[in-house]
């Protein structure tokens, strides 16, 4: 696959005066999804080229992967102005580009690093949180962007959510988890424990609504079917319950 062939710069692209970067590497095999292109990947043309880069690689290698190996992109392919992170609007923007960067690639897994890639592979309307959602895997469909034809099967690919590397470089103390999801990516193909969201306990209302999104969000995600545990289900708020009840009824969760 040449690079000429990837798509570029958005039709509505909000940011038009800025250089674009594209993706770059070893189509059919493992992705790794950044956020946008800074400084020194403008200069030399290839994602993840800067300090972030050299983390990134460097635990790729020991892990065992080599960058060699993989092929690289950032969910939004232009560079803001001052380095800012992209926006929603950027994010939603360049989607249907991405998909159609994924579709040609064909990557067997995808590592999404950072809540900026995290959002663009949910296509979620607003940010969503990395450290809620890192090392866990999760099913992500591609192939199926509303702008692109309906005759597209589309495809699901595993997907993993980790630290950005710069964010180790700010903070060292997440490199253990970022090193360690990187691993988990690198040996599975599936997501591979169902969520056990154990002794969920709640003695008010403020507690239950808590639970209740928490247990949503895991319903959702596409990782399997969730296992609820109460310690007394007499303490328990009735709407509580109540959706515990209908996720169980749907099947989206078992209840004991």
């Known amino acids: 696959m040449s690079r000429s062939q990837l798509p570029g710069r ?14 770059s590497g070893t189509a059919d095999g493992p992705m790794i999804l950044g956020e946008a292109p800074g400084a020194q990947e ?5 994602p993840f080229v800067g300090q972030a880069g050299k983390v990134l690689r460097a ?10 190996d993989v092929y690289i992109t950032n969910s939004v392919i232009c560079r803001p102005a001052g380095n800012a992170t992209p926006t929603i609007n950027h994010i939603e923007c360049c989607s249907e580009r991405l998909d159609k960067e994924v579709t040609l690639v064909q990557p067997t897994k995808i590592l999404a690093v950072g809540s900026v890639a995290l959002t663009s592979v949910l296509r979620a309307s607003k940010s969503q949180p990395i450290t809620k959602w890192r090392g866990r895997g999760f099913w992500t469909d591609w192939g199926k962007h509303p702008a692109t034809s309906d005759s597209q099967q589309g495809k699901r690919i595993y997907t993993i959510a980790t630290y950005h590397p710069a964010a180790i470089l700010r903070d060292p103390e997440l490199f253990r988890d970022f090193a360690n999801d990187i691993l988990k990516w690198s040996k599975n193909d599936h997501p591979q424990v169902e969520p056990i969201l154990d002794e969920l306990y709640c003695s008010d209302l403020k507690g239950a609504l808590k639970a209740i999104k928490l247990i949503q969000e895991v319903s959702m995600s596409g990782i399997g079917c969730p296992k609820i545990r109460t310690r007394s289900r007499t303490a328990c708020p009735s709407s509580f319950l109540l959706v515990c009840w209908s996720l169980r009824s749907s099947g989206k969760a078992s209840v004991t």
């Open 10 to 23: 958005c039709k509505d692209c909000p940011i038009p005066e800025q250089p674009i970067v594209k993706g």
């Open 42 to 46: 403008v200069v030399r043309g290839v």
């Open 59 to 68: 635990t790729l290698e020991a892990c065992g992967i080599s960058p060699d």
